[in-house]
């Protein structure tokens, strides 16, 4: 632009902005009222926003320990010579730690905080032809013990039985921790 332009251009947004401001009066009677009405509403709408950020967060977090459980589920559901009945399994161990870090050593940092491989049960079941019930499946001869001849499960179960606390944090609200519990239930595959 040259310099005649450029004033131009100038002086007429100066007069848009002049004849603007001159509609509205600087002193209006409900600017004070707006004011207090936002400053009013304001914390409602930050506690409205904190808890639902707080609600996506304990979803999210529900909905990854629910793929942990899964994934455990299905791999242990499709290994070979795995022992439910004995808890200290090398192979079921390593799946527990495979789910919760990625690696079969632990050795990754987890998925989740704070959950660790003492708190997941996997518990197996069979289906009972008297009752028309899925029962436990007891760990002997007669039950699902292969260690002892037994037949192999026909479902696995995973859960975390006393629950994975959480803590919502909204503020200005008191609030308490609170145990999520999920639990996977898959056929079993494996022998």
Known sequence: MRGGQQNAWWHSLQDVLR???KAVPLRSP???STILETVMFLPML???LFGMVEIARVTYTYYTLQKILYTLARHVGTEQ???FC???DAVL???KNFALTGSSDGSADPLVPNLTVDQIEVRIERYNRDTGEIAVCDCSITGCDAAQGGTSPEYLVVSIPDGYRILP???YMALEEFPLRPRIRVPFGGT
């Open 81 to 83: 010579a795995v022992n």
């Open 86 to 88: 004995d808890g200290s």
């Open 19 to 21: 004849h603007s401001l």
């Open 30 to 32: 409900r600017r004070g």
């Open 93 to 95: 161990a390593a799946a």
């Open 169 to 171: 944090v909204i503020p």
């Open 46 to 48: 930050i506690v409205l």
